[in-house]
């Protein structure tokens, strides 16, 4: 059984990867979840994780946010120096929210029928606000969860937020049919399979 530690940003990002881990076709055990609250602490301790990725697979998922391409990103994380092939460091362009979105399926689950939901959720210069307004028409249960107001009508971050996603995503949301339409995803995907693939060689992150 290969073992995998993995690294997140927060409560939803941990969620998304428990989900990739699970739905792998080797035999894999979760032997570290390491999360704080945003990615200053995955930054500051890329160096920990270069040392543990010497003994086993180690997942870093993070968001890209504002910065321009994940090239970038990891350029900045890493520096001059090659990741070790069992570190991988996957970005959700912009937002883990994207990989959300892109499993139309379940996100009709969620919010409901109405709301347009995103064709390509990894263009979205906001997803989570994207999001947000689709919850505006779920259920009242789920809307109470997800959105609260805020002053001048705007719409922000529920404080059921992500004891509601995280409970979706194990439960309905399909990494096969949200990387259908999420680039980022599906090269995350790749990359994990190709870590645990007995024998297998894996490319450079």
């Known amino acids: 059984m290969t073992p995998i530690a993995i ?3 927060d409560e939803l990002s941990e969620a998304v990867a428990l989900r990739l881990v699970a739905e792998l076709p080797e035999p894999c055990c979760v032997t570290h979840r390491l999360r704080k609250n945003g990615f200053g602490y ?3 301790k890329m160096d920990s ?11 870093v998922l993070t968001d ?3 910065l321009a391409c994940p090239l970038a990103l990891r350029d900045d994380w890493a520096g001059k120096t090659r990741l070790p092939q069992r570190l991988l460091l996957r970005i959700a362009v912009r937002e883990v929210e994207a990989w959300a979105l892109a499993d139309h399926k379940a996100m009709r689950h969620l919010v409901g029928t109405k709301g347009v939901l995103p064709p390509l959720p990894d263009a979205l210069p906001d997803p989570k606000q994207v999001l947000l307004k689709l919850a505006k028409g779920a259920p009242k249960d789920i809307r109470a969860d997800l959105l609260r107001n805020l002053p001048g009508g705007a719409i922000g971050q529920g404080l059921g937020y992500n004891a509601r996603l995280v409970s979706w995503v194990s439960k309905d949301w399909e990494p096969a049919r949200a990387a259908e339409r999420s680039p980022s995803l599906a090269r995350a995907r790749k990359r994990l399979r190709e870590a645990v693939a007995p024998n297998g060689s894996m490319p450079a992150n």
């Open 7 to 9: 690294a997140t940003e």
């Open 42 to 44: 995955l930054r500051s």
């Open 49 to 59: 994780w270069r040392q543990m990725a010497m003994h086993q697979v180690v997942l």
């Open 64 to 66: 890209l946010d504002q």
